[in-house]
Every structure is written in structure tokens, then in C-alpha cells.
């Protein structure tokens, strides 16, 4: 156990977290059970230590864990929670939880007899908390935990501190928030950076993003798809390949038939794995209003536009990136369909968004609201693609 809490004091002591996520001020910290999920590189650990070092510091009644530790091959969460309770342990902070053989057993058994512990624990986006777990699903508070908007990036490089909007103040009163943003700085300065590479906390490692991206991206497959779907590593190479094919042709509905003739499966065993990676946070599926999984998805973008860059880089299109960026935003707390007009969202099954280039020679309509890449102060309908992201 003292291993335990010099490990905790240490990185507690050593946290490099230089933007407060928003996820903090969204959590309801008093539930016993919260799970917090996210892809791998989001920063999921240094968010558990940020939010040990702001409540708890190195008070001895917290303590974070990791079940990549070799001591729980050997030894049981039941009987470390045993002692850790025993020895006025309060709110223990488990990290990559699925790590651990029957985790959620284990972790039931805990919240069930031991009621003055409190258990924070982090896992993978492909987890399903709610629909798939039977142990948990009645008694667990499930966040995701999203990669840096495009505020928190800006706040990072400028040292501002915005505050976010809801989709409803921005559509209402974008001309007066942006006014009043473009006033202390220029967004559109920093929009392509963010754009390459802000979504994913490394950025700010001295290591070259695009080869930690991969890494990572490789990580979500062989790790968060695999071993949580239990997959055989035969399949491994078939579903990287599913996502190459995805992103190299772009924006349209998959072709299932000539999918699974390249990677040589069934129809349906590539529209499960096509459910995977969307899982995973590698791609995004959008359906027409009224339909869902498991038909075929009317569009498929990838996840977020850093992502692009990364996996296929000689062939990105512009306005796919600007397309990935609008609808990766929106996704966080809305409704995303594919609209019926080309290259159309439609949010909440209500507003009808296409995003624009500034110079776009396009007839406007009044009933679709253009989110315009460069343009810093809108008018009416016409809002400044920069500020959708300030919704988180």
C-alpha cells in the first residue's frame, strides 16, 4: 500500500495540466460510483490526478491507482479495497479499469459494502456502461471525456480564459460574443492549428504529433477494440485496413458489398466493425433522420479533423476537414443527422447547418445557417465557423 501512495504524491506533485477541462465543473462529484470514459490520449489520467491534486492534495484518504500494475495480476481490487477502507481510505481513483479481469464485479461488490467509498474510475470509449454492463448500469454516473475544443485549445496558446455557449446563445447572439472575443484576440489565427493537431492533449509533447497519433490510433484498435470486443489478433489487420478504406474515400455512405470484398469478410461482420471504430472515436456515422445503426449510415466522417491528417495526409480535402470540424463539435451535446441537402446537418432535428468557405459563391437560403471558415464577425444567419467551437 505505501507504494501505492508514493506513486500517487509523486505524480500528484509532477501534474502537467495547464488547461482546466471542462468536464471538472460538469461532473456531479457527490455520486459514489462516476465512470469516466474517453479514447486513448485524451488525457484521462491527468484529468483523475487534476481533479486528486484540486480536492484532496496529498490527503491520504484519496488515492489513484492503475490496474496496469502488475500487483493486481497477482492480488484482488476487493482486498486492496479492503485495506485501503480499513485505513481511512475515502475516494479511491481506479485508471484503466478494464485492465483488471471482472472489474465491474469486483467494482460492485465494493460500492455494495463498503458505502463510505467513493470510486472514480476511467475506461475506454468502447465501453458501454449504461446498455452493456449489468453490474454497474443501475448505480454508475457515465461522462465521456472529449479532446480539447477549440476554446480550451485558444485558451491554452493565449492564456485567456473564455467561457463556453450554448448552441442556442450562438445562434441567437454570435455577432455580439464574437465582437467581444475578436476584441482580445484574431480565432481565426489559431483555427488551422487547432484544425492539425489541437484536439489531442500531446500536442504538447516534444515528440512529433502525427507519430503519436498514429500510435495512438493503432492503441484504439488493438487495445480498446480488441481486447474489450475480444476480437482474435487475426482480425486485426482487416480492421485497420476497414478504417484506411473509410477515410481514403471520403464523406459517403460505405459501400458494404465491395468493403467486405477487400478485406475479405461478410457485409455483416464490416458493418459491425464499422460500429467499432465509431465507437472508438476513430469515425463518426450519420444517418437521415429517423434511422439508425445497424443500417448502413449515410455518411461517414472521420472522428475529428486531427485524425485526418494523420492517416491519410497526401489527399486531405479542405472542406472535409471544415465539415469534420462543424459536426465533431455539434456531436458533443446534440443530435447530429445527415440533412437532406448535400453536405448538410441537420442539429436536433431542428436547425439545418452547412458549413462554407469565406468566399463561397453560393445562393443563401434563410432557412440554413452557414457556418463560414474565416469569417470572424457574422451577420444573421451567417456565423463564424471558429465559434462552434466554444460550445465546450
Known amino acids: 500500500m ?9 505524480l500528484i506533485e509532477h501534474i502537467n495540466a495547464p488547461v482546466r477541462r471542462y468536464l471538472m465543473d460538469e461532473i456531479d462529484w457527490n455520486d459514489r460510483l462516476i465512470g469516466i470514459k474517453g479514447t486513448r490520449g485524451i488525457g ?7 481533479y486528486a491534486k484540486e480536492h484532496f492534495g496529498l490527503d491520504p484518504s484519496c488515492l489513484y491507482i492503475n490496474m496496469n500494475n502488475f ?10 479495497v479492503d485495506q485501503f477502507v480499513n485505513n481511512g481510505g475515502k475516494v479511491l481513483l481506479i485508471d484503466q479499469v478494464f485492465k483488471y479481469t471482472n472489474w465491474s464485479k469486483d467494482i460492485r461488490y465494493c460500492y455494495d459494502n463498503y458505502p463510505t467509498l ?18 454497474l448500469r443501475d448505480i454508475v454516473k457515465s461522462y465521456n471525456l472529449r479532446g480539447f475544443s477549440f476554446r480550451e485549445f485558444l485558451n491554452l496558446q493565449t492564456g485567456m480564459q473564455f467561457q463556453s455557449y450554448t448552441l442556442d446563445d450562438i445562434i441567437a447572439n454570435h455577432k455580439k460574443i464574437a465582437k467581444g472575443i475578436t476584441l482580445k484576440v484574431k480565432p481565426t489565427d489559431f483555427l488551422t492549428d487547432y484544425i492539425h493537431h489541437g484536439f489531442y492533449p500531446f500536442f504538447l509533447e516534444k515528440r512529433n504529433f502525427s507519430e503519436n497519433l498514429l500510435k495512438t490510433m493503432n492503441m484504439m484498435i488493438e487495445v480498446d477494440i480488441l481486447l474489450i470486443k475480444q476480437i482474435e489478433l487475426k482480425y ?11 477515410a481514403v474515400d471520403g464523406p459517403q455512405s460505405p459501400n458494404v458489398s465491395q468493403l467486405a470484398k477487400e478485406i475479405e469478410t461478410s457485409r455483416a461482420t464490416v458493418m459491425n466493425y464499422i460500429k467499432y471504430l465509431a465507437d472508438a472515436r476513430l ?7 429517423g434511422s439508425s445503426f445497424p443500417k448502413k449510415p449515410s455518411r461517414i466522417l472521420m472522428q475529428n479533423s486531427n485524425l485526418i491528417y494523420s492517416i491519410y495526409p497526401m489527399n486531405v480535402k479542405y472542406q472535409d ?72
Open 2 to 10: 505505501d507504494s501505492f501512495y508514493r506513486t500517487h504524491a509523486y
Open 236 to 246: 486485426l489487420s482487416k480492421i485497420k485496413k476497414l478504417l484506411y478504406l473509410l
Open 321 to 392: 476537414i471544415l465539415n469534420t470540424f462543424l459536426a465533431n463539435t455539434l456531436w458533443k451535446d446534440h443530435k447530429v443527422n445527415k440533412a437532406t441537402q448535400r453536405q448538410s446537418l441537420l442539429i436536433d432535428e431542428t436547425h439545418i447547418f452547412r458549413v462554407l468557405t469565406k468566399d463561397s459563391k453560393i445562393k443563401k437560403e434563410d432557412h440554413v445557417i452557414y457556418a463560414i471558415d474565416q469569417l470572424e464577425i457574422g451577420e444573421g444567419n451567417q456565423i463564424p465557423l471558429w465559434l462552434f467551437g466554444f460550445l465546450y
Open 44 to 50: 484521462k489520467t491527468t484529468f483523475l490526478l487534476q
Open 118 to 135: 467513493k470510486i472514480i474510475f476511467t475506461g475506454s470509449s468502447v465501453m458501454r456502461l449504461k446498455k452493456e454492463n449489468t453490474e
Open 71 to 80: 500487483y493486481f495480476t497477482g492480488n484482488g481490487l476487493k482486498e486492496f
Open 283 to 289: 469515425i463518426n456515422m450519420f444517418y437521415p433522420k
